[in-house]
Each structure stands twice: as structure tokens, then as C-alpha cells.
């Protein structure tokens, strides 16, 4: 049987495919059709001509994640797999991108880049993923846009922020931790601090958190205020971005309801992530969207690497970078995992004690905070992996048998074939890292590499 490669390069209309062979020899030159019902008619007629030659094949087919433009190709990929021996698969454009740069490839068009897409699938079968059924892109969709909302309510607060710095300086004490509802609501009444000067105290308790004490400390404060924008146009601006405010958290809260009422996707998963402390139906539900199927991670290092929790430690000749969260794969993951990881360390008694002995090595703050996110995505893999709710005790004892453990004693394998020459040309800082080295025993040092090629005089000299 012989393999054929569909190599896709979807574009915002139209794409441009390619039919190769195992040798990467075009078998169906590129040829572009419209993202339209002709378009995808024409591509159905095209397959069926090729499998009407190529009886007993099977077609490889894969477009790039371009942001949803792809969905449509692919979804009608999957239609003609009912009918025709053909795998699809969704690639991670970076994959590709490095594959080209390793071929040393120099120029970039569409139907270059519908070839590099046939290309990565001959060159790393191992690691594209065939799909079988159509991605319910639907839930993923509605959880972007909740993200969406979130950016421009921190946008619309970040603007308001500054205007009561200006119009009412005094407000800003109870801003600390965020503008709360009641400074909201507040804020719509009395926008600028000529307004709340002349409030009644009793007008202001009506305002939820707002008791009698507060209100008259909120207008005592205002009668001093230093507020340099108290302008009816500076008033009108903070009104409105008050209204828009309001609308976005009404808006956030209906896609969240209505998200919540469409996890009947997954009603035993996300109710399973939401036994560990920390996680709510959200952040349950934004994980399981963008994790799909966990089988395809072999091991809780796989899931780490592909979102980028992973750390990475770099060193090259004498320069070391240390170790740090590589960020590689999708952010969206990474902001998930951090605000159920803040939220995990106040409730969560594991968590908390992770964080805190990590603390107590002398860790950053942020550094033990992406231990605990590691910590907090193996949890999480291993509850989908074993469809089981997480014991902390169990883990516990695990940890324990890792710390008494004794650790086997270091065997530097890469200097095996000769030892370390104190005649080497190396700079300063390896010559400095070599002698400590060898104060703890870990190397021998030898004086000259002459000492193992006893004729070496000779043979110069010849």
C-alpha cells in the first residue's frame, strides 16, 4: 500500500493545496480553490479522480491552526473520510515553520507553504495526531470569546483607574485590591469629588458595603480632596466608563452561564477537576477544552512540555542561563493554570505546603509559584489519565519516599574518554570551575595530555 500527503495552506477565502508521494515528488501539482460550496465540490471531484488511479492508498491530509479559518476544510476532510481511505490531521504551525527553516528553504508563498505542510507529515509522522471526528470547536469558541470580554473590561478598568487618580484622588485607598462593585456604583452617582462633596451620608449607605462610619469618611475626605479633574466633561467620561463596566461584568456573567450549561460535553470531567480546591467550573472547563484528549500525552512530562510549565535549563561552553519556565505552547493554558494556582495556594492545603517549603529553599516568589502550576497540570493529568479525584495523602507519601531516597552519587559519563588537561586552552571562568571541581573529587586532573601518548614527541617530530 502507498502512502500519499495532502498538504494544505488555508488562507482567509481560499487555499492552496499539494499532493505529494513518500519522496516528496508532487503527484497532483498545487492547485487553489475557494473556501465555497463549488470550492469544496471541486476539491471532493479532485479526490475522487485521484483515488479512481490510486486504488489501494491511503491519503495523509493536514492544514495549520490558523485561527478557525481552517475548520472548514477540515471538517469536509473528515466527510470525505467516510468515503475515501483519508486521515486529517491539525498541525501546530511552529512544527512546521522549523521543519521548513531545517531544510534551509529561502523563499515563502502559499504553495511552498502547502508543500512544507505535506513535507512535516513524511518527516514526523510520530507526532501528528489523525483526527476521527469533527472538533467541537463550539465550547473553545465561547470560551475565547469570555477571554475576550475580560481583556477589554481590564482595558475599560485600567482608563477608570486614572480618572478617579484625577477626579477623586481619595477613592483610590479603597482600589487597592481592584475597583470593587460598591466604588462602581459610587462612582456613577458621585464621578467626581465636587459630587460626592455634596452627598448626604445617608444617600451613600444605601450603596451596598457602604456603612454609615465609611460614608462619612468617604464625603469628610472629599470636602480636602487635591483632585485636579473635577470638569463636567471628566464626570461624563467616568459615568460612562462606569456604564460600560457594569455592562461587560452582566455580559461576562451570561457567556459564563451560558458556557456553564454547554459543559454537558463533559459533565463528569469537569465535575472531577472541580474536587481539587482552587478549580472552579470555569477554569475546569478552559482546561479540558484546550487539554481534548489526555491520552495523547504518554506521560504528565508530555502535557508540561506542550503547554510550556516545563522547566528548561540552558548552559553553552561558559555561559549558563539557569533554569526557567520555557512558555513554549499555548498561553491560554499557562494564564488558567496561574490564577488556579493563586487561588490553590490560600485554599489548598497541598498546594500551600509546596509552596512554602519552596519558599523556605530560598525561591522567588514567581519560581515557586511555577512549581506549584506544574505541580497543579500533573494533578490534573492524572485525574483524567486515571478518571479518578486526587488524595492528597497519597501524594504526600509519594513525596516522602522521593526525599528519603538516597540519591546516587553524581558520574560525570561525558569525560569518560580523557580527564580534564590543566594545559587546555580554556577562558578563566572554566579553568576556576574545573578547580573546584577537583577539590571535591568529582575529577582527576592530569598535566599533560602527553601522558597517554607516550610516542607523541616522536611522531611531531616526523
Not at 350 to 357: F, G, N, Q, S, V
Not at 387 to 405: A, G
Request: proline content about 3%.
Amino acid at each position: 500500500m502507498n502512502n500519499f500527503y495532502l498538504g494544505i495552506d488555508v488562507s482567509k477565502g481560499y487555499s492552496d493545496f499539494v499532493i505529494v508521494d513518500e519522496k516528496k515528488q508532487p503527484v497532483e501539482p498545487n492547485f487553489q480553490l475557494d473556501d465555497t460550496f463549488e470550492g469544496h465540490c471541486k476539491l471532493y471531484e479532485i479526490l475522487t479522480a485521484f483515488f479512481s488511479i490510486h486504488t489501494d492508498c491511503t491519503l495523509y491530509a493536514a492544514v495549520e491552526s490558523t485561527g478557525s479559518y481552517e475548520n472548514n476544510w477540515l471538517n469536509r476532510l473528515l466527510d470525505f473520510a467516510t468515503a475515501y481511505p483519508v486521515k486529517v490531521a491539525r498541525l501546530n504551525p511552529l512544527g512546521v515553520s522549523r521543519n521548513s527553516q531545517a531544510d534551509l528553504k529561502r523563499n515563502k508563498t502559499d504553495k511552498i507553504s502547502a508543500q512544507d505542510v505535506a513535507e512535516y507529515l513524511i518527516a514526523h509522522p510520530e507526532k501528528v495526531d489523525y483526527q476521527n471526528q469533527k472538533p467541537g470547536d463550539t465550547i473553545k469558541e465561547q470560551f475565547n470569546y469570555i477571554r475576550l470580554l475580560n481583556k477589554q473590561k481590564v482595558q475599560l478598568l485600567n482608563l477608570l483607574e486614572i480618572d478617579i487618580y484625577k477626579a477623586n484622588p481619595e477613592l483610590t485607598i479603597y482600589c487597592k485590591n481592584g475597583i470593587s462593585e460598591w466604588i462602581l456604583h459610587l462612582l456613577k452617582q458621585y464621578p467626581t469629588a465636587n459630587h460626592l462633596a455634596k452627598a448626604n451620608a445617608k444617600e451613600l449607605t444605601e450603596i451596598p458595603y457602604i456603612s454609615a462610619k465609611k460614608a462619612k469618611l468617604i464625603i469628610q475626605r472629599a470636602n480636602t480632596s487635591v483632585a485636579s479633574a473635577i470638569d463636567s466633561m471628566t464626570a461624563d467620561r467616568i459615568v460612562d466608563l462606569v456604564d460600560d463596566i457594569l455592562k461587560k461584568n452582566e455580559q461576562i456573567d451570561n457567556q459564563k452561564s451560558r458556557l456553564k450549561q454547554n459543559k454537558n460535553v463533559l459533565p463528569e470531567k469537569v465535575a472531577l477537576l472541580e474536587t481539587v480546591k482552587g478549580i472552579g467550573t470555569y477554569s475546569a472547563i478552559g482546561l479540558l477544552i484546550h487539554i481534548e484528549c489526555v491520552e495523547r500525552f504518554a506521560t504528565s512530562k508530555k502535557i508540561a512540555s506542550f503547554f510550556g510549565i516545563h522547566p528548561v535549563y540552558k548552559q553553552s561552553g561558559d555561559g549558563v542561563w539557569g533554569y526557567h519556565m520555557s512558555k513554549k505552547g499555548n498561553v491560554i493554558v499557562r494564564n488558567i493554570l496561574y490564577m488556579v494556582t493563586l487561588s490553590a495556594i490560600r485554599c489548598n492545603p497541598l498546594i500551600k505546603e509546596i509552596y512554602a517549603r519552596n519558599i523556605a529553599k530560598g525561591k522567588k516568589k514567581k519560581d515557586a509559584m511555577g512549581v506549584c502550576m506544574h505541580k497543579m497540570l500533573r494533578i490534573v493529568y492524572g485525574m483524567l489519565k486515571n478518571n479518578t479525584e486526587f488524595d492528597p495523602d497519597i501524594d504526600r507519601q509519594n513525596q516522602n519516599k522521593q526525599y528519603n531516597s538516597s540519591s546516587k552519587p553524581s558520574n560525570n559519563q561525558s569525560r569518560r574518554y580523557q580527564n580534564h588537561d590543566s594545559d587546555a586552552p580554556i577562558s578563566r571562568r572554566q579553568t576556576k570551575k574545573r578547580k573546584e571541581q577537583a577539590q571535591h573529587g568529582n575529577i582527576k586532573n592530569i598535566n599533560n595530555l602527553k601522558t597517554f601518548v607516550p610516542n607523541l614527541q616522536k611522531f611531531e617530530m616526523n
